[in-house]
């Protein structure tokens, strides 16, 4: 598995050197298994649906793989606030209410979730 060539600078995101083909101001970007996971900004997105599902996984050409699963609190659907690998290497992202939650890499989907303020 090589290494993704990518840098984030200001919103912005390229990935050997060409911007990705999503077209939304980048907020966080990590490297997981030869593919770039990123956050992007509610705010700027120019995304036909806005997400609150705003994490991605894109490849190694900046395609998008998938768009995260949303996660629903109170009947209404929660941004994502931080992505992050835990100790053993899972892909995690976490809410504003207080949950991180385990993410599949394969799908975006939400493998467990748990409360932690």
């Not at 912005?12 to 050197?17: F, K, N, R, S, T």
């Not at 990590?30 to 509610?42: A, F, Q, S, Y």
């Not at 994490?55 to 109170?74: N, P, R, Y």
Request: with cysteine.
């Amino acid at each position: 598995m090589s290494k993704i060539d990518f840098n984030l600078t200001d919103g912005h995101l390229l990935i050997d050197g060409h911007p990705p083909e999503l077209e939304a101001e980048m907020l966080q970007a990590i490297e997981v298994h030869g593919d770039l996971t990123v956050r992007v900004n509610l705010l700027r997105t120019k995304l036909d649906r806005t997400p609150p599902a705003n994490v991605f996984l894109l490849d190694a050409k900046g395609k998008i793989l998938w768009q995260i699963a949303e996660f629903i609190f109170a009947h209404s659907p929660q941004f994502y606030s931080n992505i992050w690998l835990d100790d053993s290497g899972n892909l995690m992202a976490g809410v504003p209410k207080g949950y991180d939650c385990h993410i599949d890499i394969k799908t975006g989907k939400i493998l467990s979730s748990k409360f932690t303020k």
